[in-house]
């Protein structure tokens, strides 16, 4: 009897997934959980496990194509009275993975490229340029084939290409939305402080985000009005009792928005792990999906890439984002004389439906004055 796997949810709000990399082809057996499919979502990369121990009759979408929730994924042919477990109804849970497949197919006759270790954006590069990706040999890590590598296979025809089209990613487009949707929705409004850094610089070496980060969870919990959201559909206003700090981190997928659940509870050293560990997630395409949702005010290093500040724009439903520029020497007046100081400037921005400039200016007071004051910065978490 045939069985239709659907398209199962694979996380909060989404939609669609596009499908990576084929694991099996039409033909395999394939036992009960085993991996079928690697779907690219618009917050990670998912390896998703059969809910059935059958046939593959039909795969019913190619490498690159989307597919909605609840559509048809893969019609299996399983003995009549064997149901799929916890998978029976559609919805096998999925596994975030990183994108490096097996070296080896997982079964044989599996569709080209299904086992080849890469990125979504090097297996578009590899279409864009007519190159046939189990072909290539790869360089880099595990055997994993890199842009480089479809570049060198591609010859001298990458160099002649004036121009290529490649479909919008679904993390291109899902940033792209939720931006048009804070344009189009959220008033927004963005202040600015110059902090003199001097304390922040010797208080801490290496990246500033973790102390900056930490001291924004500080200044929450005072001025807990930041940590809100507008929920308009609902005519509400919701306070939130816990601070879940999302933080914009740059991958070859996109920009990720990855979120550390009660950040409260972590100190400035036990922050920067996390961050850092969230952040190689989304680079390399394990991150869960509840791992880029439920953010309740956002930060975002501008500097991080030598921006002297930047307006980001909020995620609604949140109320606040907070931009941190670069640090570097500028001419401060101190005491009425002028002095050459580490500095940077932050930048908040705000939905003014929910806060006004009164609230945040003391807010963010709060925050330049504790980032200057040596005392109040030993006393964060460490």
Request: aromatic residues 4%.
């Amino acid at each position: 009897m045939e069985r239709i796997f659907a398209m199962p949810d694979l996380g909060e709000g989404l939609e669609e997934g596009e499908i990576v990399a084929w694991l099996v082809a039409e033909g395999d057996a394939v036992e009960l959980n085993q991996p079928l499919v690697e779907i690219e979502t618009a917050k990670a990369v998912v390896e998703v496990p059969s809910p059935y121990a059958g046939v593959v009759s039909t795969l019913h979408a190619a490498v690159g194509e989307s597919v909605v929730v609840g559509g048809a994924l893969v019609t299996f042919s399983v003995a009549a009275g064997v149901g799929g477990g916890r998978g029976s109804a559609g919805q096998s849970p999925p596994n975030p993975r990183s994108t490096t497949a097996a070296p080896f197919p997982p079964s044989g006759g599996s569709s080209p490229g299904a086992s080849v270790g890469a990125t979504p954006a090097v297996r578009k590069l590899s279409r864009d340029l007519g190159v046939d990706i189990s072909s290539v040999v790869g360089t880099g890590p595990a055997g994993r084939v890199t842009r480089e590598d479809v570049e060198a296979a591609a010859g001298g025809d990458a160099g002649s290409v004036a121009y290529s089209d490649e479909p919008i990613s679904s993390v291109r487009r899902a940033v792209a939305e939720n931006l048009t949707r804070a344009v189009r929705e959220v008033p927004l409004v963005t202040t600015f402080r110059t902090v003199d850094c001097s304390a922040l610089t010797a208080f801490h070496e290496g990246s500033p985000l973790p102390v900056v980060a930490r001291a924004l969870v500080e200044v929450v919990s005072r001025h807990p009005s930041l940590n809100a959201s507008f929920l308009a559909d609902r005519g509400a206003i919701r306070r939130h009792s816990v601070v879940n700090l999302g933080v914009a981190a740059q991958t070859e997928r996109g920009l990720v928005v990855v979120v550390v659940k009660d950040a409260a509870s972590h100190g400035i050293a036990s922050l920067a792990e996390e961050i850092s560990r969230l952040a190689a997630a989304a680079r390399d395409g394990s991150l869960k999906p509840e791992e880029a949702s439920g953010a309740t005010i956002s930060i975002s290093n501008t500097g991080s890439y030598g921006s002297e500040f930047g307006t980001p724009l909020l995620v609604p439903p949140q109320g606040a984002i907070l931009g941190l520029g670069r640090i570097g020497q500028r001419a401060l007046v101190v005491e009425g004389r002028v002095e050459a100081r580490p500095a940077c400037t932050i930048s908040l921005g705000f939905d003014h439906r929910l806060l006004d400039g009164y609230t945040v200016g003391l807010a963010v007071t709060d925050l330049v004055e504790l980032l200057e004051d040596p005392s109040r910065l030993a006393d964060l978490p460490a």
